[in-house]
Nanobody
Framework: QVQLVESGGGLVQAGGSLRLSCAAS????????MNWYRQTPGKQRELVAD???????NYADSVKGRFTISRDNAKNTVYLQMSSLKPEDTAVYYC??????????????????WGQGTQVTVSS
C-alpha cells in the first residue's frame, strides 16, 4: 500500500509561482509512474503532467513551458513546479501513482493510488 500526501498549494497572484510536492510512503516509489491531475467543480479531472519511473515526462498542452514535473527517488517525492500561473490554473491538484506494465506503447496498471488533493488558487 502506498500513501500519497500533497503539499504546497495556496493562493498566488497571476504570473506567480508555486511548487507542489507529493510524498509517498513505502519502498516502491522508484517503480511508480507518477501523475499530477487537477479538477475544478463540474469538470472532469484533467491530467496535467506525468513522469515515468525512468523520469520521462509528458505535459498537457495547457501547461507546457510553464510547469515542470520532477521526482526525487531518494526522498520518495514528486514535484510540480508551476510558473507563470494563470487564473485558469485554479483547481484542486491531485497526485496519483500507478504501478504500470508496458506492452509496447500501451500499458496496464495493477495499483492506483491517490492523494487527498491540494488547492491552488490563482487570482487575477
Amino acid at each position: 500500500q502506498v500513501q500519497l500526501v500533497e503539499s504546497g498549494g495556496g493562493l498566488v497572484q497571476a504570473g506567480g509561482s508555486l511548487r507542489l510536492s507529493c510524498a509517498a510512503s513505502g519502498s516502491i516509489f522508484r517503480l511508480l509512474h507518477m501523475n499530477w491531475y487537477r479538477q475544478t467543480p463540474g469538470k472532469q479531472r484533467e491530467l496535467v503532467a506525468d513522469i515515468s519511473s525512468g523520469s520521462s515526462t509528458n505535459y498537457a498542452d495547457s501547461v507546457k513551458g510553464r510547469f515542470t514535473i520532477s521526482r526525487d527517488n531518494a526522498k520518495n517525492t514528486v514535484y510540480l513546479q508551476m510558473s507563470s500561473l494563470k487564473p485558469e490554473d485554479t483547481a484542486v491538484y491531485y497526485c496519483n501513482a500507478q504501478r504500470r506494465t508496458y506492452y509496447g506503447s500501451s500499458y496496464s496498471y495493477t495499483n492506483d493510488y491517490w492523494g487527498q488533493g491540494t488547492q491552488v488558487t490563482v487570482s487575477s
